[in-house]
T-cell receptor
């Protein structure tokens, strides 16, 4: 079945440093979504990427979808303590399986002030 | 607040028992999804319903079943519970299905099987 690998598992940064997490899928994806889960909270949708090579920005967050639609990355510039949490990517094969998201293991981000 | 309501928030039950988790999707959302989150398995897709009909199925155990009712709320039934079923169960909803539909997660139901 479809597998989505996400690295690194943990990332500790000083406030102000940049952060990047990477996702790789075993199969070509129809779309990839990114979620943030705060400690004790629920996943919160950040963005969806659909097109090959797509790049989207949300303030300090930059999301990329690979040309082959098998990998993706999330980059945070100048991290803040409010960025703490687990970042998940989730891939979908689309069609009738759109809602069948395969989540990566997540990257736990810790930001030291 | 995502607008997705799950009850109960916490549940402790014994092995072999049966429980029902309830989900009310955001107003107007036709799609409901169930996910299981555990330390060893991470976030796993269980099942999706769209407007009352099953749309997609993940690695949902035969001991588990779900349904979506005419008023669009959904229930996840877990039976013959085992210790390994202890997890956080999320319900999520989206307006429809397909590209462009943001999926909103509820706060989850913590299930502890003892």
């Amino acid at each position: 079945g479809q597998q989505v690998m996400q690295i690194p598992q943990y990332q500790h940064v000083q406030e102000g440093e940049d952060f990047t997490t990477y996702c790789n899928s075993s199969t070509t994806l129809s779309n990839i979504q990114w979620y943030k889960q705060r400690p004790g909270g629920h996943p919160v949708f950040l963005i969806q990427l659909v097109k090959s090579g797509e790049v989207k920005k949300q303030k300090r967050l930059t999301f990329q979808f690979g040309e082959a639609k098998k990998n993706s990355s999330l980059h945070i510039t100048a991290t803040q303590t409010t960025d703490v949490g687990t970042y998940f990517c989730a891939g979908s094969s689309g069609g009738t399986s759109y809602g069948k998201l395969t989540f990566g293991q997540g990257t736990i981000l810790t930001v030291h002030p | 607040d995502s607008g997705v309501t799950q009850t109960p928030k916490h549940l402790i039950t014994a092995t072999g028992q049966r429980v029902t988790l309830r989900c009310s999707p955001r107003s107007g959302d036709l799609s409901v999804y169930w996910y299981q989150q555990s330390l060893d398995q991470g976030l796993q897709f269980l099942i999706q319903y769209y407007n009352g009909e099953e749309r997609a199925k993940g690695n949902i155990l035969e001991r588990f079943s779900a349904q979506q009712f005419p008023d669009l709320h959904s229930e996840l039934n877990l039976s013959s519970l085992e210790l390994g079923d202890s997890a956080l169960y999320f319900c999520a909803s989206s307006p429809r299905t397909g590209h462009g539909n943001t999926i909103y997660f509820g706060e989850g139901s913590w299930l502890t099987v003892v």
